[in-house]
Nanobody
Framework: QVQLVESGGGLVQAGGSLRLSCAASARIFSIHTMNWYRQAPGKPRELVATLNNGGGTNYPDSVKGRFTISGNKAESTMALQMSSLKPEDTAVYYC???????????WGQGTLVTVSS
């Protein structure tokens, strides 16, 4: 089973920046989308960034202008650059790749981002 391994989480002051990385243990073929989700305690998982098959990106208003998703389909790697971080950004962040013949979802184990004020 292919695993996605995340890194880059940690503690950061409000207004600071952080970069999250994600890499698959084996190449995933026919990637459709790459995504980043986050989940704060007691709240549902939230989609915060999408890299579409055609190269376009989508972000919710809560992070637009502050977060940037990037990915390399050939290497099955992806990243999330976060800037101007706010306390409400505190959450466990999960990378996701949708791909393969049947468009299966692959998930990272999660990495904790804590933003202090």
């Amino acid at each position: 089973q292919v695993q996605l391994v995340e890194s880059g989480g940690g503690l950061v002051q409000a207004g600071g920046s952080l970069r999250l990385s994600c890499a698959a243990s084996a190449r995933i073929f026919s990637i459709h989308t790459m995504n980043w989700y986050r989940q704060a305690p007691g709240k549902p998982r939230e989609l915060v960034a999408t890299l579409n098959n055609g190269g376009g990106t989508n972000y919710p208003d809560s992070v637009k202008g502050r977060f940037t998703i990037s990915g390399n389909k050939a290497e099955s790697t992806m990243a999330l650059q976060m800037s101007s971080l706010k306390p409400e950004d505190t959450a466990v962040y999960y990378c996701n790749i949708r791909g393969g013949i049947i468009q299966k979802d692959y998930w990272g184990q999660g990495t904790l981002v804590t933003v202090s004020s």
